[in-house]
């Protein structure tokens, strides 16, 4: 784990970001449940990208743009998106803040909170950031905005586009790869050439670089100083960075691509436990702390599940709402 105390976070900070790992881990876990028990019909997993995810949201600021990618559930819950919001999702309920329950499960969208919503072909959400952070720079506002990807996603058109726009017009704008190192099923050695996809921002123009998914700190750091750059006036950064998927692809994916010895071995490198360890050893939180901050955590999701379970369905006639022209042309 990088300094904390150099990158100029406290250890209140530290046990904060704990406290929205554990958040989005738990919740997590508890739509996986959900969907064995054949109450929810789809789940694509967080899990292993939390430290990644709190550490780029840590070094946000209000008014900043997000267009974030399926897996940022703990990005978005600690943008603010309740644990309601987003199991009102998953269950497809009429209240879900995304759309009103029509859209797959984790494609997250919320305007006060400053989400832009997320379409299904993957890369999109690239373009829609940078258009985001053009609109910024045009408004000569103090924001930034910003994207995530799979390394799957950057090898498609809209990666390319949307990073050589952004280079070329010096934009306030982040780009956040991370890396888990499988498309689905298909391994990074079969997906790209290059040793570090951070390399690619040679080619746009801008800073680039590869960070340690795993440690929050060294996330935030990253972040921090790119957000930093973009409001000097110093243009994009492409951060790249290394993760771990701890799950299959979705709840739709059988995982026997991986061996059961590569799947045991991720668990070594579960970032919410290391964040745990290292917090013990610094007795910056002790046992106590963690119990009560994870009992916490739980209940207010068992809450959450309640609610969303009980809320009612978008009828039948909901269906057409916001795709056909409604009314009179005249």
């Known amino acids: 784990m990088e300094d904390y105390k150099a990158a100029g976070l406290t250890e209140e900070d530290l046990k904060t970001m ?21 109450k929810i019909s789809f789940v694509i997993s ?23 990618y399926y897996r940022d559930l703990v990005l978005v819950t600690y943008l603010g998106m309740t644990a309601k919001d987003i199991l009102l999702s998953a269950f497809g309920k009429k209240e879900d803040i995304n759309s009103g329950g029509k859209q797959m499960p984790s494609h997250f969208g919320h305007k006060k909170l ?6 299904s072909p993957v890369g999109t959400q690239i373009l829609h950031a940078v258009g985001a952070s053009l609109a910024l720079k ?22 390319h586009e949307g990073l ?28 790209y050439a290059a040793e570090k996809l951070s390399d690619r921002a040679i080619g746009y123009g801008m800073h680039g670089e590869r960070v340690d998914g795993n440690d929050p ?5 990253a972040m921090k100083e790119a957000r930093t750059r973009a409001l000097n006036g110093e243009g994009a ?40 360890q290292y917090l013990l050893d610094e007795n910056i939180a002790d046992e106590a702390w963690f119990e009560s901050v994870e009992n916490d955590n739980k209940e207010i999701i068992k809450t959450a599940t309640k609610e969303a379970e009980q809320a009612p369905y978008p009828s039948a006639e909901e269906t057409y709402k916001h795709v056909y022209e409604e009314g009179s042309l005249q």
Request: charged residues 25%.
């Open 18 to 38: 704990y406290k929205w790992m554990d958040f989005g881990r738990k919740l997590d876990e508890r739509m996986w449940l959900l969907n064995r028990a054949g």
């Open 46 to 68: 967080c899990q292993g990208q939390e430290a990644a995810q709190i550490g780029m949201g840590y070094a946000m600021a209000e008014g900043d743009i997000s267009s974030p």
């Open 114 to 119: 400053g989400i832009l919503s997320q379409g």
């Open 138 to 159: 045009m408004d000569k506002k103090s924001n930034i905005a910003m994207t995530t990807v799979g390394e799957g996603s950057s090898n498609q058109g809209d990666f």
């Open 164 to 191: 050589n726009f952004a280079g070329v017009h010096k934009l306030p704008f982040i780009c956040v790869i991370e890396n888990n190192k499988y498309a689905i099923s298909v391994p990074d050695s079969l997906q």
């Open 217 to 221: 700190i060294a996330m935030y750091k």
């Open 237 to 276: 950064t492409l951060l790249e960075a290394m993760c771990t998927r701890m799950t299959a692809h979705s709840s739709d994916d059988d995982d026997q691509y991986r061996s059961q010895e590569v799947r045991d071995a991720l668990k070594v490198e579960d970032c919410n436990q290391r964040l745990k």
